[in-house]
């Protein structure tokens, strides 16, 4: 048995998502950006995500089939760990993301977790899955290359006001 596998979630699973996302350990890697959507906090990185809004984001994205969510699942503890997707944007390319909750990092989940996701695109015939990722996160960066994934470029984005350097990445997905 695999360790790591993707769960879809239900309506009734999201509760897992609100906790991520009010998590501060959890978020503080999106803290401090100046972005306007509604229920960010800039001190924390928190998103609100209140049970009555689970319904609606459900309908909403789990129905787009331009869309992937899942849950990472720890079938040997039988726990989620975080959660990933990707977005269809154009042309086969997809924006991907991952979130391992702040008690589970640096146990193993990404890579395995990666794979997984990248299935999953290939399923939906993403050809190319992009990122972006501050180069002060070293790990997550050092996963991605050994997934594949390339630099093609970078930007400097404004975090607390204050440079940071961001990579961007990509990995061509092989059929």
């Not at 009010?22 to 306007?36: I, L």
């Not at 994205?61 to 849950?71: C, E, L, R, S, V």
Request: net charge positive.
């Amino acid at each position: 048995m695999k360790r790591v596998s993707l769960y879809i979630p239900q309506v009734d699973d999201l509760w897992f998502r609100q906790e991520c996302m009010a998590d501060e350990k959890t978020m503080e890697y999106n803290a401090g950006y100046d972005v306007s959507y509604s229920g960010y906090n800039y001190k924390t990185g928190c998103i609100d995500f209140p049970k009555s809004e689970h319904k609606c984001w459900f309908e909403n994205k789990m129905k787009d089939q331009n869309f992937f969510y899942a849950y990472i699942l720890d079938n040997e503890i039988n726990k989620f760990v975080g959660y990933c997707n990707f977005k269809l944007v154009e042309n086969g390319i997809a924006t991907c993301g991952i979130v391992i909750k702040a008690e589970y990092r640096g146990k193993g989940y990404m890579k395995p977790a990666m794979i997984e996701l990248i299935k999953q695109a290939k399923i939906k015939n993403v050809k190319t899955l992009t990122d972006t990722v501050p180069e002060n996160r070293a790990n997550a960066l050092k996963c991605f290359y050994a997934l594949g994934f390339k630099k093609t470029g970078e930007y400097i984005s404004k975090k607390f006001n204050q440079d940071e350097l961001v990579a961007k990445i990509e990995l061509a997905i092989q059929k």
